[in-house]
């Protein structure tokens, strides 16, 4: 079934224009958020590629898509999306499961790739934060003194929630997000069929649950709950050098 993507786009048009209006614009907040974005979405989409070609598929290598340029992997309203509505994408990686190793079925492939973009999100969270308190323990004056300091650290701040905020959002298993693909690799032909011929259907499904408090009570707490968990790992490995 068809879904004409120019109506997410305006949707998702409105959902920022309402962001705008409740006092959700913050300038400042928004220039320290895009480092965090292009880092998140350059390696998110990285991941897949680089999975992909591991496997045995060289159609991203083929594309131009194996590479940390940001200009290879972002999609405009993508990117604006994220920095203003909190959800956003980038551009998709092309794969032909086809060409994956004998080694390993087409579902597996499939889902592993699918599966490498959120993980390597979550492995950056984890990274960043032990830079946010590496700085924080090993240099705390210039950390929380120094304008430069304050500025990079909350830029890592919110590095850390982006990606684990573009993470947790493409787990949904709803199209065109990871968790979908990941789904249906594990899906009986007829559900896969079933669920490829309904596909306006989950987009609807999706647009309902992120405009509706649904969204708020289900992925914010996930969110949350990593990001406490992450920060405490971290934090509490550090705090042991004070």
């Known amino acids: 079934m068809y879904f004409d993507n120019r109506y997410l786009y305006i949707f998702l048009a409105v959902i ?26 350059t390696f998110h ?22 590479n940390l340029n940001p200009l290879s992997h ?17 551009k998709p990686v092309e794969i032909n499961p086809n060409n994956f190793s004998r080694k390993i079925s087409t579902k597996a492939g499939e889902a592993i790739v699918s599966l490498a973009g959120p993980l390597m999100n979550f492995i950056l969270a984890l990274v ?5 308190y590496a700085i924080g ?6 950390a929380y003194t120094t304008q430069i300091g304050i500025i990079i650290m909350t830029i890592l701040q919110y ?26 690799a594990f899906l009986s032909y007829n559900a896969k069929r079933w669920f490829e011929e309904h596909t306006q259907l989950f987009y609807i499904i999706f647009l309902i649950i992120w405009i509706t408090p649904i969204s708020s009570m289900i992925i914010s707490p996930i969110i949350s709950g990593i990001t406490t968990g992450i920060n405490g790992l971290v934090g509490g490995i550090f705090g042991l050098f004070r």
Do not use: C
């Not at 045995?56 to 083929?62: A, E, Q």
């Not at 972002?74 to 980038?90: E, K, Q, R, S, T």
């Not at 323990?137 to 210039?142: D, I, L, N, V």
């Open 74 to 90: 972002l999609d405009p309203i993508g990117v604006i999306m994220l920095i203003f509505a909190h959800i956003g994408w980038g």
């Open 137 to 142: 323990t090993f240099a705390t004056s210039f």
């Open 16 to 41: 920022v224009i309402i962001n705008l209006m409740s006092g959700g614009f913050d300038l400042l907040g928004l220039l320290l958020t895009i480092p965090g974005v292009l880092i998140a979405i």
């Open 45 to 66: 989409e990285y991941a897949h590629a680089f999975a992909a070609d591991k496997l045995g598929d060289d159609t991203p290598r083929l594309q131009g898509r194996l």
């Open 128 to 132: 960043i934060a032990i830079i946010f």
């Open 159 to 184: 590095a850390v929630l982006v990606n684990i905020g573009l993470g947790v959002f493409n787990l949904i298993p709803l199209p065109p997000l990871d968790g979908s693909k990941v789904l249906m």
